[in-house]
Structure formats: C-alpha cells, structure tokens
C-alpha cells in the first residue's frame, strides 16, 4: 500500500507565508500535530518512509514513525515546490499581482516566474520517483509512507489517481493527515 502525509505546521505556515524549499523548522503546535499522528497511525503499518530533506518534514517523519524500526530514506525529489522569489512572502493569496496565487487558484493555467519552478518540472521529479523507487516496492507488497509537502504531496495524488490539474489541489492535503492512496 502507499500512503502520504504532510508535514507539521510551522510558524510561517501560521503567518501563511509560502514557504517552497525554505528550510523552517515544525513549531510546538507542528511537533504536538506530529505526535498525534503518531498514535492515530500506530497499528499501521509501514516497511519503509520516504521523506523529503526538508526539515519540517524530517522532524515530521521522526516523530511519527518515533520507536517503529521503520526506515526513513531521504529524497531531494520530495522538496517542496521551489516558488523561486515569492517564498516568504505573507498572504499570496491576497496580493492580485503575486502569480504563485495564479498557482493556487487556477494551476492548469500556472507559468513559473521569477525562479519559481514549473508544474512540468515538479510532475517530472515526482513521477520519476514514484517510478525508480516507490512503484516497484508497491508491487513487491510493501506498505510504502512519503512524508512530504502541500504543493509536492499534491503532485503525487494527482500523478497516482490520474487527475487532471484543475484538480490539482481537490484533495486537500492537510498537516498531519494520513492518506492512504493504493
């Protein structure tokens, strides 16, 4: 089986600041978000974890898989999305000229700016791991976790249930939740 889960919250999640491959490290609220999961997901099981570098989602998988003799694999293909100049910027969502929010509203319609990274290339490093390492463990029967981010998990949901990217973000991946997703 393959499950995925996003990191804990950070404080520039809590100032709704885009965070992209900034490394900002889980708050108390993140780690007490992390420990839950812990219990919520404590009679499932897992082989192995996949874990972006990032440590919001290392400290994540930590806790979680905390005591378990799992595995946990680091992967730079697992980063979140790069939003290039507009990560640390507050509240994207409310500024008309910010086109990262173009990205949250409309995703089928998004064109990378300003160093940001592109939907092609972020489905390009995302399907490519799924192909060389989680697929095939799939397929030999073990139970697979990727710990990992909002823009990243989502490209992941989107590539394993064929969805096209106006879905993009119909999931709704929450901090801490465990999706079960084959």
Same mark, same amino acid.
């Given at each position: 089986?393959?499950?995925?889960?996003?990191?804990?919250?950070?404080?520039?999640?809590?100032?709704?600041?885009?965070?992209?491959?900034?490394?900002?490290?889980?708050?108390?609220?993140?780690?007490?978000?992390?420990?839950?999961?812990?219990?919520?997901?404590?009679?499932?099981?897992?082989?192995?974890?996949?874990?972006?570098?990032?440590?919001?989602?290392?400290?994540?998988?930590?806790?979680?898989?905390?005591?378990? !003799?799992?595995? /946990?694999?680091?992967?730079?293909?697992?980063?979140?999305?790069?939003?290039?100049?507009? *990560? =640390? +910027? %507050? @509240? #994207?969502?409310?500024?008309?000229?910010?086109?990262?929010?173009?990205?949250?509203?409309?995703?089928e319609?998004?064109?990378?700016?300003?160093?940001?990274?592109?939907?092609?290339?972020?489905?390009?490093?995302?399907?490519?791991?799924?192909?060389?390492?989680?697929?095939?463990?799939?397929?030999?029967?073990?139970?697979?976790?990727?710990?990992?981010?909002?823009?990243? !998990?989502?490209? /992941?949901?989107?590539r394993i249930?064929?969805?096209?990217?106006?879905?993009?973000?119909? *999931? =709704? +991946? %929450? @901090? #801490?939740?465990?999706?079960?997703?084959?």
């Open positions: 089986m393959l499950y995925i889960m996003r990191h804990g919250k950070t404080d520039w999640n809590g100032r709704h600041k885009l965070q992209g491959q900034t490394d900002i490290p889980l708050n108390e609220e993140g780690r007490q978000m992390a420990r839950e999961a812990a219990k919520a997901c404590s009679n499932v099981h897992f082989d192995l974890c996949y874990c972006s570098p990032l440590i919001r989602a290392k400290e994540t998988a930590q806790i979680v898989l905390e005591g378990r !003799n799992i595995e /946990i694999r680091y992967d730079d293909r697992l980063r979140e999305m790069n939003f290039g100049e507009y *990560e =640390g +910027i %507050e @509240n #994207c969502f409310d500024l008309p000229d910010c086109n990262v929010r173009n990205f949250f509203f409309h995703p319609s998004y064109v990378a700016d300003k160093g940001a990274e592109s939907l092609d290339d972020l489905f390009a490093r995302t399907g490519e791991f799924l192909e060389e390492r989680v697929l095939p463990k799939v397929k030999e029967g073990k139970d697979i976790l990727i710990m990992g981010h909002g823009a990243m !998990n989502s490209s /992941i949901v989107c249930k064929d969805m096209p990217r106006e879905k993009y973000w119909s *999931e =709704g +991946i %929450e @901090n #801490c939740k465990l999706m079960r997703l084959l």
